[in-house]
Nanobody
Framework: QVQLVESGGGLVQTGGSLRLSCVPSGGIDNDLTMGWFRQAPGKEREFVAAIRWSGVRNWYADSLKGRFTISRDNAKNTAYLQMNSLKPEDTAVYYC?????????????????WGQGTQVTVSS
C-alpha cells in the first residue's frame, strides 16, 4: 500500500502560478511513474502529466505543454507540478497517482494508488 500526500492547491488569479507537490509513502524505484490528473465538476478525470521516477522520461497532455512542468526531487522523495499562466479552465481537483512499469501511463486506469486530491481554483 502506497499513500500519496498532495499539497499546494489554492486560489489564484488568471495568469498566476501554483506548484503542487506529491509525496509517496513508499514503493519508490526506477520503474515508478507518478502522474498528475485533474477533474473538473461534471467532467471526466483527465491526464495532465507524468514522470518516470528515474527521470529519463516524462509525458504531458498536448494542451498543457509549455505551461505545466512536472519534476521530482529524489532527495526529498517529492514530485512537483509547476503550473504557470493559469486560466479559469484549469480549475479542477488535481490528483497525483502512481504506477509501475507502464509504457504510456496516460490513462487513469493504469494507475494503482491515488492521492486525496487538491483543489485548484483560477479566478477570472
Amino acid at each position: 500500500q502506497v499513500q500519496l500526500v498532495e499539497s499546494g492547491g489554492g486560489l489564484v488569479q488568471t495568469g498566476g502560478s501554483l506548484r503542487l507537490s506529491c509525496v509517496p509513502s513508499g514503493g519508490i524505484d526506477n520503474d515508478l511513474t507518478m502522474g498528475w490528473f485533474r477533474q473538473a465538476p461534471g467532467k471526466e478525470r483527465e491526464f495532465v502529466a507524468a514522470i518516470r521516477w528515474s527521470g529519463v522520461r516524462n509525458w504531458y497532455a498536448d494542451s498543457l505543454k509549455g505551461r505545466f512542468t512536472i519534476s521530482r526531487d529524489n532527495a526529498k522523495n517529492t514530485a512537483y507540478l509547476q503550473m504557470n499562466s493559469l486560466k479559469p479552465e484549469d480549475t479542477a481537483v488535481y490528483y497525483c497517482a502512481v504506477t509501475w512499469g507502464r509504457a504510456t501511463p496516460v490513462r487513469p486506469r493504469e494507475y494503482t494508488y491515488w492521492g486525496q486530491g487538491t483543489q485548484v481554483t483560477v479566478s477570472s
